[in-house]
């Protein structure tokens, strides 16, 4: 598949999980501030990835991605949570976001800490509503509150608070922060389209190295993004990373060595895959050298 | 039953309660501070009302109610994570919780929000894995999940901070802030376990009038305690409702009528049991009277 047509699928199904995010709040009951509040997070942009790797790797094993659609979507709204809390005043203190003003500068620390809750829990109900058989909906939601809760994401997020400032780290230390913090659920959305498919074991256990190996080479390039890129392409501050003190890959191993490494660990994805053929296979496999060549 | 055997085995369902929270970080890598700090909270005491009250529904409606204790002790790990919340600087900015610091306090603003957002993760992490008729889990688990959210628990703390230092609201609004705020998560506790008991619609219905009126009840009776009792016997501060500008039922209707009315609501509770004997009915009728004439 080439670039272009991997961007063209990558965004169409984007579109999709945008046009199901605006809807996510329709027929249910709640305050109009918490409603505009989770909307305006939702409807901030980004590329979606999470739901996608899910869609995808549900495809590659047999569904319609679009069947798995409010599962992916769920994801996506755990991960907007995670960067509105990771945004408060008392965590990265981040008044922009995607460009925007972050959720709490927009409304208020209150309504943003609620906003991040009602998404983390609203998320697990449209999980729970999915029509298909109940053992495979419980296994994936399983396996992705796993990957979201503390021994995953939330985990994650508590080292990268210790770290951060800490005078040196080491490799290890970062490796497992950065595996926690973004990688478990990167891994758990590819794992959960495949779980929600009925997977066999050495075939979910080979969309699982997938995931894993995508996750570490996506948040390495996430690294030298913030090194390299400039604000207004990012959509949040550049060199923020430095300004924070946080630990990164460039700090610890420097560009080129990181650039290697993003190769990498985008070519381990694609070897992963090996045994899967077809167009989400081909699609999976190139959003894998997209990680690492994106320039946003 | 006697309100004597009734505290017995309302101590004794909340002792297997406490031991299991205190084992649920077990197993699971996670950063210390975090472990540390969502314990910390779980082990702060509390009465156990809505694991217990998880447990009896399942007894009542066939099952042996310790073969819900994970789910039920899941449901006191969400309401744990709603009190560190509620307790953060943006929210009610309390220091004092159960006569210990609050967790932000014991820890730090950020370790609060995470070990909030792990106890939330985490808790369906252990509903998912319940070891029951997938249906059934993944039902109550939905259940649970919507009285949660934004439509239940976390769209009523919302209303909480909008009205909280309004002039004046309507007594409908606070019956409907109080409703979303705890009334949800103690009809879902008595609901989920009738729903993993697989129990059929009509007796979901009563058990969940009872869980409403009871939740009714229980809140009533909250916030009459917080005027006529002290701070030693509450373990927060006393006289917090009034200090902080909240609205309460004893400030809209007076002691004498809200008392009146909390008693109905219990009579209520009890009336929706009818249909249902045996030592079960009898212990969750006198948690209804219970609800109501406690002390602390």
Redesign the interface.
């Known amino acids: 598949m080439t670039p272009q047509e991997m961007k063209t699928l990558l965004k169409e199904r984007g579109s999709k999980v945008e046009d199901w995010l605006a809807g996510c ?1 329709d027929g ?4 109009p ?3 505009e509040s ?1 909307l305006y997070s939702l409807q901030a942009g980004g590329k979606r990835l999470r739901p996608v790797l899910c869609m995808s790797t549900a495809g590659m094993c047999g569904l319609a991605p679009e069947s798995v659609l409010p599962f992916a979507a769920a994801i996506e709204m755990v991960h907007t949570y995670s960067l509105i ?1 990771d945004d ?1 005043p ?2 990265d203190d981040d008044d922009l976001r995607r460009g925007k003003p972050s959720n709490h500068k927009a409304f ?4 943003a ?2 906003a ?7 998320a ?2 449209f999980m ?2 999915m029509d298909m ?3 495979r ?2 296994a994936a ?2 396996e992705f ?2 990957a ?4 995953g994401m ?2 994650g ?3 990268d ?2 770290f951060t400032g800490m005078e040196s780290i080491t490799l290890d230390q970062l490796r497992l922060m950065h595996s926690m913090k973004t990688g478990a659920i990167l891994r758990a959305s590819c794992t959960c389209g495949a779980l929600l498919a009925g997977v066999d074991a050495s075939r979910l256990k080979a969309i699982g190295q997938f995931g894993a190996a995508l996750g570490v080479a996506f948040q390495i390039a996430d690294d030298i993004l913030d090194v390299v890129s400039d604000t207004a392409t990012l959509g949040k501050p550049a060199g923020s990373d430095a300004e924070q003190g946080k630990n990164t890959y460039p700090k610890m191993l420097g560009l080129d060595q990181s650039r290697q490494l993003a190769r990498q660990y985008a070519d381990d994805a694609k070897a992963a895959l090996q045994g899967f053929h077809g167009r989400e296979a081909e699609f999976l496999a190139a959003l894998a050298d997209y990680t690492v060549n994106r320039t946003a």
Do not use: K, N, Y
């Open positions: 709040c249910r009951e709640m305050p501030r918490l409603r989770m809390h408060l008392a965590m208020d620390e209150a309504t800490i609620l991040g809750d009602g998404l983390l829990t609203d697990f109900w729970s509503g058989p109940a053992e909906v419980l939601l399983r509150a796993f979201a809760g503390s021994p939330v985990g997020q508590e080292w608070m210790i």
